[in-house]
């Protein structure tokens, strides 16, 4: 037996139309060649298809299964040559993608939700980690994309791309002498002490914020490090001391933790996000992803 989709989709229009000149005009066909291809389908299936006389054209039993299943066919053809032509594209395939815990809070659902709307087949693994350990990650083929604070302690062998400029906030406790003011010059924290993150961990946010404080004439006191961003504002919330975080952290309810817009000069002090990926890559998600990154990049922060 053989019929092909050719076949399938003349059946399908003459059966939903009921008529075999409007089938004809739909297929942008002659009506004889269609009433003959559609016997000819009988024939082959040994079922009669269609009951039709001089007036009207109506479904047999046999048609109106033939015709579910002729839709179910012609659809998962329609998929396997769009899988096909996706596939060819470069766009079917599995990503894996690492992210710096604040970019949960911000921009980053937003660009993977549009991401997976775009190219539905791609399978997407995300996980969160430091920036130090999203480079070794890259570096040992266990993820294909990092979204990682910059600049990087070392980005040998790595490629980056520049994606947003976010605000740090300064986070101190509740009863803190900081704690009713609006904003905070960073110059005025020279006698505070700190919690801040181990530098191979987080040598982006923390150069960004050393650098600050050698502009405002001091090194910081620092009292602890730890390598979680809301371990360090529950240490701000118990009086171990205080705090620069993202400003995306900034909407996580934490009971005796104060958050304020830190500046330079009356300027928000500011970080930088970029992708890194190895400067050696093979998968063209990554370049997809990027593309669709792209409509989410903010230079400068507002």
């Given at each position: 037996m053989t019929i092909d989709l050719r076949q399938i989709r003349q059946f399908v229009a003459v059966a939903e139309e009921l008529s075999f000149r409007n089938a004809a005009i739909r297929l942008n066909m002659s009506q004889p060649p269609l009433s003959t291809a559609i016997r000819l389908l009988e024939q082959e299936l040994g079922e009669t298809l269609l009951d039709r006389n001089s007036r009207s054209v109506r479904l047999t039993q046999v048609g109106e299964v033939f015709l579910r299943e002729a839709r179910r066919t012609l659809a998962q053809a329609e998929h396997a040559i769009n899988l096909a032509r996706r596939t060819g594209d470069g766009i079917v395939g599995s990503l894996r993608i690492t992210f710096v815990a604040s970019a949960a809070l911000g921009i980053l659902p937003q660009l993977v939700r549009r991401f997976r709307n775009q190219h539905p087949e791609a399978a997407i693994s995300l996980d969160s980690d430091t920036t130090g350990s999203q480079i070794a990650a890259l570096r040992h083929g266990r993820s294909d994309i990092a979204l990682v604070v910059v600049p990087l302690q070392d980005r040998s062998g790595i490629e980056l791309i520049p994606f947003r400029q976010e605000r740090m906030m300064l986070a101190v406790p509740h009863d803190h002498w900081l704690a009713k003011h609006e904003t905070v010059e960073i110059g005025?924290?020279?006698?505070?002490?700190?919690?801040?993150?181990?530098?191979?961990?987080?040598?982006?946010?923390?150069?960004q914020f050393l650098s600050a404080c050698q502009r405002a004439g001091f090194s910081p006191t620092i009292r602890q490090e730890v390598s979680q961003m809301l371990t360090k504002i529950m240490l701000v919330a118990t009086g171990?001391?205080?705090?620069?975080?993202?400003?995306?952290?900034?909407?996580?309810?934490?009971p005796d933790v104060v958050f304020l817009p830190i500046l330079e000069h009356g300027k928000p002090l500011v970080y930088d996000m970029a992708f890194a990926m190895p400067e050696r890559h093979d998968n063209p998600l990554v370049k997809r992803f990027l593309e669709t990154a792209a409509a989410f990049a903010l230079p400068k922060a507002e």
């Open positions: 005025r924290l020279t006698e505070e002490t700190f919690v801040t993150f181990p530098f191979s961990e987080g040598p982006g946010f923390e150069s171990v001391g205080i705090a620069l975080v993202p400003a995306a952290f900034s909407s996580v309810p934490m």
